[in-house]
């Protein structure tokens, strides 16, 4: 079964430097998608970033960035130049593709915090 | 820009009772997701949605759950008899067509608290 983990509950970082989230993913295909969303206060799902694995260049979305590490299942997001609008609970998901339907298997999440 | 809607924003209903959570998908869009997220937890799939049909359904969305789309734009989840565990927030999501290159949008939320 497809899984998705994000083995950081929690990280801060100071304003205006930067932070990598981890997250990595256990399939068996080979066509697939993955998302970082970002979860603020207010409870709604934002999408962040997407990266495609058939290409092997990573995404990035102004400062956010993603590193996407096929062999090793490994879909990581770099922010640089953290904002306090930042701060938020970001997902890692995973978008599977069964059934004619494509439902997304989230990780538990990581919560950021922003220092200023 | 188009976006999902979702309504209310907060449903508090006594153990037992049925609810309904409504969703309003962006108009074009052909598939539609229900999430669930227990406070402090994951987001978790229930059901998809596409051609007036259930399409994948996860194994919490038991017998007590049943989704439809009664006309043509409004998506509804309703819990028959809820339960103190069914609170959490329910999302919904719409996606435009039913391939993998399109990603699904979703909605604000209902919290459901199910007293």
């Known amino acids: 079964a497809q899984t998705v983990t994000q083995s950081q509950p929690e990280m801060s970082v100071q304003e205006a430097e930067t932070v990598t989230l981890s997250c990595t993913y256990d399939?068996?295909?080979?066509?697939?998608?993955l998302f970082w969303y970002k979860q603020p206060p207010s409870r709604q799902m934002i999408l962040v970033i997407r990266q495609e694995a058939y290409k092997q260049q990573n995404a990035t979305e102004n400062r956010f960035s993603v590193n996407f590490q096929k062999a090793a299942k490994s879909f990581s997001l770099k922010i640089s130049d953290s904002q306090l609008g930042d701060a938020a609970m970001y997902f890692c998901a995973y978008r599977l593709s069964t059934s004619g339907t494509y439902k997304y298997i989230f990780g538990t999440g990581t919560r950021l915090k922003v220092l200023a | 820009e188009p976006e999902v809607t979702q309504t209310p924003s907060h449903q508090v209903t006594q153990m037992g009772q049925e609810v309904i959570l409504r969703c309003v998908p962006i108009?074009?869009?052909?598939?539609f997701y229900w999430y669930r997220q227990i406070l402090g937890q994951k987001v978790e799939f229930l059901v998809s949605?596409?051609?007036?049909?259930?399409?994948?359904k996860s194994e919490i969305f038991d017998d007590q759950f049943s989704v439809e789309r009664p006309d043509g734009s409004n998506f509804t989840l309703k819990i028959r008899s809820t339960k103190l565990e069914d609170s959490a927030m329910y999302f919904c999501?719409?996606?435009?067509?039913?391939?993998?290159?399109?990603?699904?949008?979703f909605g604000p939320g209902t919290r459901l608290t199910v007293t």
């Open positions: 999501a719409s996606q435009v067509q039913g391939a993998i290159t399109y990603e699904q949008y």
């Open positions: 949605f596409y051609n007036n049909e259930i399409s994948e």
């Open positions: 399939t068996s295909e080979s066509d697939y998608y």
């Open positions: 108009s074009n869009h052909l598939y």
